[in-house]
């Protein structure tokens, strides 16, 4: 069967520091992959997606970046956390189908 | 208007009771959706994908209304365990997420 490994699981990073997310997937080949962040009290927001190695499409403008350097890795990052990058950070899978499959996600506090 | 529009709740039930979910979605080219449950500060998990004739799993049933572009889930004989938050999810060609229906099933 498919499990999905987030980690961490916890992050409290400072303003300026950089970031560094990764999500592995195993049992799978070839899976499409997502990452989202879920602020406080709001919907999950796609931020990247990638359906093959070293393909990657973001969906909305930020200091973040994305990379998937192995078919069953992914991984978030970036050079300067700001404030407003404090969220529940959740990676995803799907295979054939539309339906995504989530990892336990990191939740990450910038101070 | 958001892509996707749920009552936030909560929808605070007896246990045993009966309750349902409504979604209204915007884009008509929409052709999958879900139902997701998320418990507090825990990833989403799917519960069902919506199929146009209606579906059910055990005690969840899910609707959908392409006229009218909304999706329900009804839930019967309520337990504690189905407190959680319920995702309303569409797919015109990503997944677009609802922020969420907040149930609380009481003893």
């Known amino acids: 069967s498919q499990t999905i490994h987030q980690w961490p699981a916890t992050l409290v990073q400072p303003v300026g520091s950089p970031l560094s997310l990764e999500c592995t997937v195993e049992g799978t080949s070839n899976p499409n992959l997502y990452w989202y962040r879920q602020a406080a009290g709001r919907g999950l927001q796609l931020l990247f997606y990638s359906v093959g190695i070293g393909q990657i499409s973001s969906e909305v403008p930020q200091n973040l970046s994305a990379s998937r350097p192995q078919d069953r890795q992914f991984i978030l990052s970036s050079k300067k956390l700001l404030l407003s990058d404090s969220g529940f950070y959740l990676c995803a899978w799907s295979g054939g189908s539309y339906e995504q499959y989530f990892g336990p996600g990191t939740r990450l506090t910038v101070t | 208007r958001k892509e996707v529009e749920q009552d936030p709740g909560p929808f605070n039930v007896p246990e045993g009771a009966t309750v349902a979910f409504n979604c209204t979605y915007s884009n008509s080219a929409s052709q999958s959706f879900f139902w997701y449950r998320q418990d507090c500060r825990k990833e989403p998990k799917l519960l069902m994908s919506?199929?146009?004739s209606g579906n059910e799993d055990g005690r969840f049933t899910a609707q959908l209304n392409r006229a009218s572009q909304y999706i329900s889930l009804l839930i019967r004989d309520s337990k504690l365990s189905d407190s959680a938050t319920y995702l309303c999810v569409v797919n015109p060609n990503k997944l677009i997420f609802g922020t969420g229906t907040l149930l609380a099933v009481q003893p």
């Open positions: 919506v199929y146009s």
